[in-house]
């Protein structure tokens, strides 16, 4: 029953895809509330089955989960912002040091530097 349930959703899915392209003379408003309608139709078939209440079931736990993380303080956020930023500062300018001493060992080495 669930794999019914389950075609008659993507089936639901598909037919409004084609009504969108079908009725491309129509607004694009009817057209996306047309969609957007499907999609909670066929949303509402599979909550009806088993993958659909797996899912529901591990929606809610991610919310609970969410919901205990340990959000940091703007201050915090916006001093890890700036470590963040003269870290990638500073190894910016290491790669560049190191990169123009082998530009100029190369140079030297093959003689290209005049």
């Not at 957007?36 to 809610?60: S, Y």
């Amino acid at each position: 029953m669930d794999k019914l349930k389950f075609l008659l959703a993507i089936l639901v899915l598909g037919s409004a895809i084609g009504g969108f392209y079908y009725f491309g003379e129509e607004s694009m408003l009817y057209r996306v509330i047309g969609i957007l309608a499907a999609v909670g139709i066929a949303t509402a078939i599979m909550m009806q089955t088993a993958v659909g209440q797996q899912a529901w079931g591990f929606l809610g736990d991610a919310r609970t989960e969410a919901r205990k993380v340990v959000w940091p303080t703007r201050k915090e956020t916006g001093q890890t912002t700036l470590m963040v930023l003269a870290m990638a500062i500073l190894i910016a300018i290491l790669l560049w040091l190191f990169d123009s001493f082998l530009a100029w060992a190369v140079s030297y080495l093959t003689g290209a530097g005049g």
